[in-house]
């Protein structure tokens, strides 16, 4: 199993309030991703990272901010958390090297509930 | 428009006999990839399967194996011989060329497997 953790693993929150989840992963892995889970839309890419301090947005970027200090973490902030932000949030990893298939380690999950 | 398409939201089987989930996308690169992931109840996201593009025969693993039809831009997963364990939610996920190792996922297919 790749070596993903997430945390917290369950956050409630109230509206308003910032909120981090942390990824971290022991693969040395270039590439790190945030996904939310929601009914009826799958997964959808939040943010991802191609190196320390190299982030882009995904598709549902907005409210949502990351940083990636080092190899190993990668954040992700709901600076004031809105109850549409109730989700389940991963963590994703992947190796980025030539020859490879691109497919994603996922960590666990974090559910967040924001009241 | 929606890049990956599953439009079975839940299909029922009977152990040991073979499934079928569907899934379509729509690209304009000539390079990308299909993957198949599977989550069980439990929440975790497992990879099952990868077909490239440009890969002539079906990709195989085990009892999945993915009916890649390129002119019809579908990827359907097949699972031989159904165990109970298989009852989970699939989703089909494609990276484009273009997209710098994004996974973009359809909405899933929950799989119940009936003794």
């Known amino acids: 199993d790749a070596g993903i953790t997430q945390s917290p693993r369950h956050k409630v929150t109230e509206t308003g309030t910032p909120v981090t989840l942390r990824c971290h992963q022991t693969?040395?892995?270039?590439?790190m991703y945030w996904y939310r889970q929601d009914p009826g839309h799958g997964l959808r890419l939040i943010h991802y990272?191609?190196?320390?301090?190299?982030?882009d947005k995904g598709e549902v970027s907005d409210g949502y901010s990351v940083s990636r200090s080092k190899t190993e973490d990668f954040l992700l902030t709901l600076e004031s958390a809105t109850s549409s932000q109730t989700s389940v949030y991963f963590c994703?990893?992947?190796?980025?090297?030539?020859?490879?298939?691109?497919?994603?380690?996922f960590g666990e999950g974090s559910r967040l509930t924001v009241l | 428009a929606q890049k990956i398409t599953q439009t079975q939201p839940g299909m029922f089987v009977q152990e040991k006999e073979a499934v079928t989930l569907d899934c379509t996308y729509d690209?304009?690169?000539?390079?990308?990839?299909l993957f198949w992931y599977k989550q069980p109840s439990s929440g975790e996201m497992i990879f099952l399967i990868y077909?490239?593009?440009?890969?002539?025969q079906n990709a195989t693993e085990g009892r999945y194996s993915l009916n890649f039809q390129k002119a019809r831009k579908s990827a359907n997963l097949v699972i031989s011989a159904s165990q109970l364990g298989d009852s989970a939610m699939y989703f089909c996920?494609?990276?484009?060329?273009?997209?710098?190792?994004?996974?973009?996922f359809g909405t899933g297919t929950r799989l119940l497997v009936s003794p």
């Open positions: 994703a990893i992947s190796e980025g090297q030539g020859g490879y298939t691109g497919e994603l380690f």
């Open positions: 693969e040395n892995h270039r590439y």
């Open positions: 990272s191609y190196g320390v301090k190299d982030t």
């Open positions: 690209t304009s690169d000539q390079s990308y990839g």
């Open positions: 077909q490239g593009s440009y890969d002539e």
């Open positions: 996920a494609m990276r484009e060329e273009r997209s710098f190792q994004k996974l973009v």
